[in-house]
């Protein structure tokens, strides 16, 4: 089957999946509002493109904290990969230093930050902060040692959000598998599913004195994702973060929370160009990428689409995953009469 779009990817992952990880991966929070209106929010912006600019040469290059990048797209950081496909993450890492770009690690993947690290990808380490904060510091230790580039913090998950999929049909671990970076910590008979370990491990106390001893105690540039106020925005900068991921978990936290698209020009005004800022949520189209960089941010991250792709096939579905936006991307540039990702002006976002 030839697949066009992301959208083909996504289907077709459905065959490839059990029920359970297919659910644990799609779902989202209380009537998944969210989870559609991030795709939603960016159907309706509309683009107002120049005419007779010469873009025969077009640069698709950015770079993110300094790192270049082929063009404008991060993975995100996904948990369970071994869900999709027994190479894991190691084939996403492979993929992404394959197509010039960064991925990010997530603490629940199931393949372990030393073993992913051998690939030679870009990597950032996604922390999911523990109430034991020795085992939070042994994590950022072991990220620095493995040769991670970044720490992204994940700030939006005090308490796993209200995902009915989950309670009729928890995802329990398959035998076999383990949550890779937790293997010293995780106990499946004391916790046999996610949101138990989840409910159990994460601090719901977490405060940005947190992020500042972070911030000050690890060698690494922090990003934290999962803001989407101005206010908190301004905090990040004050905190010393290096960058801010807009976004509200794709849908699975907060139903009905606004979308990270529709956060994001408000963020990016409150940060005033200090650090880098990125967004996720809902990105499928070369022209979502041209929307966000229209409207500010630095690069977009995708993560259930890298799934789609590591799910039908593999590495090479990553990649294929990956080209499909790069090719739409580069015709919305063209189309739009814009020359470089670097040079995306405010003004092609039509405000009629």
């Given at each position: 089957m030839t697949y066009i779009n992301l959208n083909d990817y996504a289907k077709a992952a459905k065959e490839h999946l059990t029920p359970a990880a297919y659910e644990y991966y799609v779902g989202g929070a209380g009537?998944?509002?969210?989870?559609?209106?991030?795709?939603a929010a960016f159907q309706r912006i509309k683009l107002l493109p120049r005419m007779l600019v010469d873009v025969s040469n077009r640069d698709l290059q950015t770079s993110i904290l300094g790192h270049g990048i082929d063009f404008p797209?991060?993975?995100?950081?996904?948990?369970?990969?071994?869900?999709?496909?027994?190479d894991k993450e190691v084939a996403i890492a492979r993929a992404v230093a394959n197509v010039g770009s960064i991925m990010t690690l997530s603490t629940m993947?199931?393949?372990?930050?030393?073993?992913?690290?051998?690939?030679?990808?870009?990597?950032?380490?996604?922390?999911?902060?523990?109430?034991?904060?020795?085992?939070?510091?042994?994590l950022i230790e072991r990220a620095e040692a493995a040769g991670f580039s970044a720490?992204?913090?994940?700030?939006?998950?005090?308490?796993?959000?209200?995902?009915?999929?989950?309670?009729?049909?928890?995802?329990?671990?398959?035998?076999?598998m383990e949550l890779a970076n937790l293997a010293q910590y995780w106990n499946q008979d004391e916790y046999p599913s996610v949101n138990h370990y989840v409910a159990a491990q994460f601090d719901p106390s977490l405060t940005w004195a947190d992020i500042e001893d972070f911030v000050s105690s690890t060698t690494l540039p922090v990003l934290i994702k999962g803001i989407l106020r101005p206010d908190d925005a301004e905090r990040a900068v004050a905190s010393g973060a290096s960058g801010i991921i807009v976004s509200n978990h794709g849908g699975r936290q907060l139903d009905t929370v606004v979308t990270g698209i529709e956060a994001l020009p408000y963020v990016v005004e409150a940060v005033d160009d200090a650090i880098d800022v990125l967004m996720d949520g809902g990105v499928r189209r070369?022209?979502?990428?041209?929307?966000?960089?229209?409207?500010?941010?630095?690069?977009?991250l995708i993560g259930r689409p890298v799934l789609w792709g590591l799910a039908v096939d593999g590495q090479a579905g990553v990649e294929k995953v990956f080209a499909i936006l790069r090719k739409e991307y580069d015709i919305a540039l063209a189309n739009a009469g814009v020359q470089s990702s670097k040079s995306v002006p405010r003004d092609i976002i039509f405000k009629g």
């Open positions: 009537d998944n509002l969210t989870v559609s209106e991030n795709q797209v991060i993975v995100a950081p996904t948990a369970m990969a071994a869900l999709a496909h027994p993947s199931t393949t372990s930050m030393e073993e992913v690290s051998k690939i030679g990808a870009n990597m950032w380490f996604q922390l999911y902060v523990h109430k034991d904060r020795g085992m939070t510091k042994n720490l992204v913090v994940t700030v939006d998950l005090p308490v796993v959000g209200y995902r009915e999929a989950l309670m009729r049909q928890p995802l329990v671990v398959p035998d076999g070369g022209t979502d990428i041209l929307k966000a960089l229209a409207l500010g941010a630095n690069a977009v």
